[in-house]
């Protein structure tokens, strides 16, 4: 066993991990995940996997991927990318100035001649605006000079104030319906409805139709998560400790579930609802917490009646 694969090893017994866990979390084959530990990197699929996967491996127990990929890059296969990049560094200079084409005056002349158009566009732009500008100001002059007419019918003023009557009457009645609209939201709810195992089971009431999200965040320790709507996952990824990442929930979403593989150090919130991810009775430290969204089935049903009963329509007609 070398030294990186000792390091890992440590670490991951220190999180109490065992190796099918960090399958499970990392999607790393098994056999892999013991091939890093014992230094046999030849039995990787490439050069390319055996840094990328002992970097997933480090930030999944809590380990710099990059600070160990460093500290130990002698002793592990190079990338052909890396290979690249180092010998483009190694190139001299003035090669690299030789490349850069010299901006001559043909070139600026050939620019100018491109913005000319929109130079021409601007000008005659500004020359109608100048006009119609000029055209107004004498119109409001001429109104100034004319005589404004005091008189005024009985019947006239009797209509205006019917108006003014009638508006604020409807002003009322709009704001009285905004008021009952208002009233008439409810408080989003999430309630615990029994473990099984890992799983964490919660019922959602409430839950507005549109600008939804889910907000998942590591507290003093390095978590790994996973966001699925409807059992396909949107998002997975390590947070470090102290982070926190936000996912949208689709419009019409009729379940949730966000899976941590270090659930002691997760916390989780559906919009301003805190979701308990350290129910009491669960054990394991790699949870899912499943969140039924309560009345989104219903709602799909009836829209998919409507759907299919419109599509009725269009045949018949």
């Known amino acids: 066993m070398d030294e990186v694969g000792k390091k890992l090893r440590e670490a991951r017994i220190d999180k109490g991990y065992t190796i099918d866990d960090l399958q499970q979390i990392t999607k790393i084959q098994k056999r892999y995940l013991i091939a890093?530990?014992?230094?046999?990197?030849?039995?990787?699929?490439?050069?390319?996997?055996?840094?990328?996967?002992?970097?997933?491996?480090?930030?999944?127990?809590?380990?710099?991927?990059?600070?160990?990929?460093?500290?130990?890059?002698?002793?592990?296969?190079?990338?052909?990318?890396?290979?690249?990049?180092?010998?483009?560094?190694?190139?001299?200079?003035?090669?690299?100035?030789?490349?850069?084409?010299l901006l001559g005056a043909s070139t600026v002349t050939a620019r100018a001649k491109n913005y000319l158009p929109q130079i021409i566009i601007v000008a005659v732009v500004t020359i109608i605006i100048i006009i119609l500008s000029y055209f107004t100001w004498r119109g409001t002059q001429g109104n100034k000079r004319a005589i404004p007419s005091t008189e005024a019918t009985s019947s006239e003023v009797a209509k205006s104030s019917?108006?003014?009557?009638?508006?604020?009457?409807?002003?009322?009645?709009?704001k009285s319906s905004s008021k009952k609209k208002e009233s008439s939201k409810k408080e989003?709810?999430?309630?615990?409805?029994?473990?099984?195992?890992?799983?964490?089971?919660?019922?959602?009431?409430?839950?507005?139709?549109?600008?939804?999200?889910?907000?998942?965040?590591?507290?003093?320790?390095?978590?790994?998560?996973?966001?699925?709507?409807?059992?396909?996952?949107?998002?997975?990824?390590?947070?470090?400790?102290?982070?926190?990442?936000?996912?949208e929930v689709p419009s019409g979403?009729?379940?949730?579930?966000?899976?941590?593989?270090?659930?002691?150090?997760?916390?989780?919130?559906?919009?301003?609802?805190?979701?308990?991810?350290?129910?009491?009775?669960?054990?394991?430290?790699?949870?899912?917490?499943?969140?039924t969204i309560s009345g989104a089935a219903a709602a799909s049903s009836d829209q998919s009646g409507a759907a299919s009963s419109s599509s009725s329509d269009a045949g018949q007609d």
């Open 36 to 101: 890093i530990e014992e230094g046999n990197f030849d039995a990787l699929p490439g050069d390319f996997y055996v840094r990328a996967f002992i970097k997933q491996y480090a930030e999944t127990v809590g380990l710099d991927g990059q600070k160990l990929l460093d500290q130990y890059s002698d002793e592990l296969p190079q990338s052909a990318s890396t290979t690249a990049a180092a010998e483009e560094e190694q190139q001299p200079t003035d090669k690299r100035r030789e490349a850069r084409p």
């Open 162 to 174: 019917s108006k003014e009557t009638s508006s604020s009457a409807k002003s009322s009645s709009a």
């Open 188 to 247: 989003l709810k999430i309630t615990a409805a029994g473990v099984s195992g890992s799983q964490m089971n919660y019922t959602v009431t409430d839950l507005p139709d549109s600008g939804n999200k889910i907000t998942v965040a590591a507290s003093t320790q390095a978590v790994w998560l996973a966001v699925s709507f409807g059992n396909v996952q949107s998002w997975q990824g390590t947070l470090q400790a102290g982070a926190d990442h936000t996912v």
């Open 253 to 291: 979403t009729q379940s949730i579930q966000i899976r941590t593989g270090n659930a002691t150090y997760t916390t989780a919130k559906l919009n301003d609802q805190t979701i308990d991810m350290n129910q009491a009775g669960v054990t394991s430290i790699v949870r899912t917490a499943n969140l």
